[in-house]
C-alpha cells in the first residue's frame, strides 16, 4: 500500500468510525473546516488533557489562561500580524488553483533532495559495507551539481521573502520551471500577499473602526494577560502560561485533511524568562517537548527537528518538531524564541508598562519569551497515522482475516474498555451491566451485545479500544472474565475484581506524565 493510499484510507476510516466529519456535509462541506464525532472527541480531549497535564502540572512554574477569541483590534497590529501575517499566493491560470508560492519552491527543493537520497542509496547499494556515504555526497559530481541547485535556490527563496520581493519569488517559480501539478502548465499569475486573518465586525455600524479578527494564534491572549497573570499568581520569573483554546487561518492551500485547517485549535505555552537567557530555555523546551512526543511511544524515528533557516518576523530561533506523517515529515509543533518582540510592542501600542521587577537583581525589564506551540488536530492526525494498521489475522478454521487496528496508546483511546455478555440471556447481560457500572465512572466504558464476539472485537480495534472483557457462564460461578488485549489478540482469565487494578495501570496519562516528569 503506497503512502497515498494508507492516507486515503485513513480519512475514510476517521469518518466511518467517528472521528471526523467535513462540516456541514449535507451542504457538500466547507473547504479545511471539520467536526469531530463521537470518538474523536473523545480522543482530542485526551490529547489535550495530556498535554495540560504535562505543562501545568508537571511545572509549578506554569499555570493556565482561557482567554477570549475576539480581542481589541490593536493587538493585531502590535503582534505584526495585521501588516505581516500574509502568505504569498500564486495561481496557475490553467487549473484555476492557488498554490502558496513559497510552498511551490519548497517542494521543489524537496523534489531534488529526493534525487540525492535516491543516488545516495543506489551507491550504497552497489559499494556495500566499503561505502562511505559522508565523501560519496561531497565527491559525487551528480550529487554536488544538485546541491549546489538546491543551495541557490534556497538562498534566493529566502533573500526574495525577506525583502519581500514578490517578482523575483515569480522569477524563481519560472526559472525552477514549476508546473502546476493539476494542469501541468506553466501559466502562472504575478505573486500577490494574502492576509490569512479572518475579520468580522463587532456590533452594528458597519465601518472600518468596529473590524475585529478572529485570532489567528492564542499566543496574543497570553501577552496581553502577562502582567494580570504574574500579579495575580505572584510568579516569578521564569514562569509560564498554558492556554488551549480555537485559532482561525484563511489559509490558501488548504488540503490534506485536519492538517491545515481554516478553523483549528492551538496548545500554546508562553514561557517568560530573563533578558539573555532565552537560548537557555529554547534548548530546554525543544528537548522538553521531543520527550513528550516520545512518550506517547510511536517510535523515535517517527521524529526530527527542523530548524528554521527564515525566521519569523517576532523571532531569534526557531525549529519545529516534524513527524512522518503518511505525506512525509511535517511540522506538528514549534518551539520559538520570540525575544521581547511581543510585550515591548504591546506595551507601545496600548500605552500600559509591561516591565517585571526581578527581586533578585532589583531591576525592572520587559522578559524575554520563549513558545511552544502545538497544533492539537495536527497532534490528532498524528496520532491517527502513527496508529492505523491493516493486518493479517488467522482465523479459528485455519482460514485467515483482516483487521484494521488502531494502535492508540491506551490513555489516549476514545474507548477504554468494551464490556461484552457472551450471549443476550442467562443473566449475563446483568452481570455485564454490573462490571461495567463498577468501571464506568473511572474510565471511558462501553456495553455492546450485538452480533458475535469476534465483530465486537473488530469493531473495536477499529477505534482503539485497549482492552475488551467477556462476561460468559462462567463468570456467574466464579466470578472471572475474559480479557482480551487489542495489540496482541490474546485472551487471559482474570477475576472481575482485578479489572480496575489491571485497567489503572495501563490506561492512565499518570504513567506517560511519569516517564517525562
Ligand atoms: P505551517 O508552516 O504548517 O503553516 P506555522 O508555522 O504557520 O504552520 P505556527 O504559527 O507555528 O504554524 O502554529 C503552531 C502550530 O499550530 C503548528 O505547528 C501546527 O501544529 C498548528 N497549525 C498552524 N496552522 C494550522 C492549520 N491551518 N491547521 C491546523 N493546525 C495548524
Not at 500564486?90 to 531534488?112: F, G, H, T, V
Not at 519545529?320 to 511581543?342: A, L, M, W, Y
Not at 502513527?386 to 488467522?394: Q, S, V
Request: hydrophobic share 40%; aromatic share 12%; with cysteine.
Amino acid at each position: 500500500m503506497t503512502q497515498e493510499e494508507l492516507f486515503k484510507k485513513l480519512i475514510a476510516h476517521s469518518k466511518e468510525y467517528g472521528f471526523v466529519y467535513q462540516s456541514s456535509e449535507i451542504y457538500d462541506g466547507l473547504s479545511a473546516v471539520y467536526d469531530y464525532g463521537q470518538n474523536g472527541v473523545e480522543l482530542k480531549n485526551n490529547i489535550r488533557q495530556y498535554w495540560w497535564d504535562a505543562m501545568t502540572r508537571l511545572h509549578e512554574n506554569i499555570v493556565g489562561l482561557d482567554s477570549a477569541i475576539f480581542m481589541h483590534p490593536q493587538t493585531w497590529v502590535a503582534s505584526g500580524h495585521v501588516g505581516a501575517f500574509n502568505d504569498p499566493l500564486i495561481d496557475n491560470r490553467d487549473s484555476k488553483k492557488r498554490y502558496r508560492a513559497d510552498i511551490l519552491i519548497e517542494e521543489w527543493i524537496a523534489k531534488q533532495e529526493e534525487k540525492i537520497e535516491k543516488e545516495v542509496a543506489k551507491a550504497s547499494k552497489r559499494f556495500g559495507d566499503s561505502f562511505d556515504e559522508s565523501m560519496f555526497r561531497q565527491t559525487n559530481p551528480r550529487v554536488k551539481e544538485v546541491q549546489a541547485k538546491i543551495d541557490v535556490v534556497n538562498a534566493r527563496m529566502i533573500k526574495a521573502l525577506d525583502a519581500n520581493d514578490l517578482a523575483e519569488v515569480k522569477r524563481i517559480i519560472e526559472d525552477c520551471e514549476i508546473v502546476c501539478p493539476i494542469s501541468g502548465s506553466r501559466n502562472w499569475t504575478d505573486v500577490r500577499q494574502f492576509n490569512l486573518m479572518f475579520d468580522t465586525k463587532l456590533g452594528s455600524v458597519s465601518d472600518e473602526a468596529n473590524t475585529i479578527y478572529l485570532r489567528p494564534e492564542t499566543a496574543q491572549g497570553i501577552f496581553v494577560n502577562f502582567l494580570n497573570v504574574q500579579k495575580t499568581s505572584r510568579l516569578k520569573i521564569p514562569f509560564g502560561i498554558a492556554q488551549v483554546g480555537k485559532a482561525f487561518r484563511n489559509e490558501i492551500v488548504a488540503r490534506q485533511f485536519i492538517f491545515r485547517m481554516r478553523e483549528f485549535e492551538q496548545m500554546e505555552m508562553q514561557f517568560f524568562v530573563r533578558p539573555g537567557e532565552e537560548m537557555k530555555w529554547y534548548e530546554y523546551w525543544k528537548e522538553k517537548r521531543m520527550q513528550w512526543h516520545r512518550a506517547m511511544g510511536f517510535g523515535d524515528d517517527k521524529y526530527r527537528f527542523h530548524k528554521h533557516e527564515k525566521l519569523a518576523h517576532y523571532a531569534n530561533a526557531a525549529a519545529d518538531i516534524e513527524f512522518n506523517f503518511p505525506f512525509g515529515f511535517k511540522e506538528v509543533e514549534g518551539i520559538h524564541s520570540r525575544t521581547d518582540f511581543d510585550l515591548l510592542n504591546h506595551q507601545k501600542h496600548s500605552g500600559k508598562k509591561l516591565q517585571y521587577f526581578d527581586p533578585e537583581t532589583n531591576e525592572s525589564y520587559v522578559p524575554y519569551v520563549v513558545e511552544t506551540s502545538i497544533g492539537l488536530d495536527r497532534t490528532f492526525l498524528m496520532v491517527l497515522s502513527a496508529a492505523y494498521a491493516e493486518e493479517k489475522i488467522a482465523k479459528e478454521d485455519g482460514g485467515e482475516d483482516e483487521r484494521v487496528v488502531l494502535r492508540i496508546p491506551p490513555a489516549l483511546a476514545p474507548v477504554k474498555l468494551a464490556v461484552f455478555p457472551l450471549v443476550k440471556k442467562d443473566g449475563l447481560p446483568e452481570k455485564a451491566r454490573a462490571i461495567m457500572n463498577d468501571l464506568q465512572v473511572d474510565f471511558a466504558c462501553q456495553y455492546e451485545e450485538k452480533d458475535s464476539i469476534g465483530k465486537r472485537y473488530r469493531r473495536h480495534d477499529a477505534i482503539g479500544t485497549p482492552f475488551c472483557i467477556t462476561i460468559d457462564h462462567q463468570t456467574t460461578e466464579d466470578d472471572t472474565v475474559t480479557i482480551r488485549y487489542r495489540d496482541t489478540m490474546l485472551q487471559e482469565r482474570v477475576q472481575a475484581t482485578r479489572l480496575r487494578e489491571i485497567m489503572e495501570d495501563k490506561v492512565s496519562i499518570r504513567k506517560m506524565l511519569m516517564s517525562i516528569r
